[in-house]
């Protein structure tokens, strides 16, 4: 399953409201994971099943979609946000994949 | 909970390196665990799978038949053996728990170079 997410970087400034899409080559329902990552840093669970929140992260993220088509919206954005952000379907045992990766940077 | 890969390093084409990670601060023994690697620069690629007992594993196309991922439940500890390295191996690989994976290591370097 080919998962293509867009745009690939986004420029925005503190308190936009930004959405990045992931669009599968399949339907996957929704299993679909977004996660952020920070430069030299492990990456972090944000959303699964497509629109639950992981504890603790911050209620400005939201996830929404089924079936192929996948958004991340951030709501208000805060300094700490700016990282790249990735979408991984997760319905299969025998193969997980992620986006190419969205690039959040301050205009 | 914790994880904390090591083993990486620099190995010339063709060789073999075996990866470690150790897990604390959760039942290990009911998590099915994974590698994910990133080639520098690049995005995220899901590797291997083991289940939590062991008894399934499951290989990304690009490292099938190269790779084997094991666990040591007595321990806490998950391996990936990766023998006929190529350039296209390198990268920082991070062992990771659950599926969605909502627990990371830091991750371990492993360049592939003569």
């Known amino acids: 399953i080919q998962m293509t997410q867009s745009p690939s970087t986004l420029s925005a400034s503190v308190g936009d409201r930004v959405t990045i899409t992931c669009r599968a080559s399949?339907?996957?329902?929704?299993?679909l994971a977004w996660y952020q990552q920070k430069p030299g840093k492990a990456p972090t669970l944000l959303i699964y099943?497509?629109?639950t929140l992981e504890s603790g992260v911050p209620s400005r993220f939201s996830g929404s979609g089924s079936g192929t088509e996948f958004t991340l919206t951030i709501t208000g954005l805060q300094p700490d946000d700016f990282a790249t952000y990735y979408c991984?379907?997760?319905?299969?045992?025998?193969?997980?994949?992620f986006g190419r990766g969205t690039n959040l940077e301050i205009k | 909970g914790q994880l904390v890969e090591s083993g990486g390093g620099v190995v010339q084409p063709g060789r073999s390196l075996r990866l470690s990670c150790a897990a604390s601060?959760?039942?290990?023994?009911?998590?099915?665990m994974y590698w994910v690697r990133q080639a520098p620069g690049k995005g995220l690629e899901w590797v291997a799978s083991?289940?939590?007992?062991?008894?399934?594993?499951f290989y990304a196309d690009s490292v099938q038949g190269r790779f084997t991922v094991s666990r040591d439940n007595s321990r806490n500890m998950v391996y990936l053996q990766m023998n006929s390295l190529t350039s296209e191996d390198t990268a920082l690989y991070f062992c990771?728990?659950?599926?969605?994976?909502?627990?990371w290591g830091q991750g371990t370097l492993v360049t592939v170079s003569s």
């Open positions: 601060g959760f039942t290990f023994n009911t998590q099915a």
């Open positions: 083991v289940w939590y007992d062991g008894t399934a594993k």
């Open positions: 991984q379907q997760y319905t299969s045992y025998s193969g997980y994949t």
């Open positions: 990771a728990r659950n599926m969605p994976f909502n627990l």
């Open positions: 099943r497509a629109s």
């Open positions: 399949q339907s996957i329902d929704d299993w």
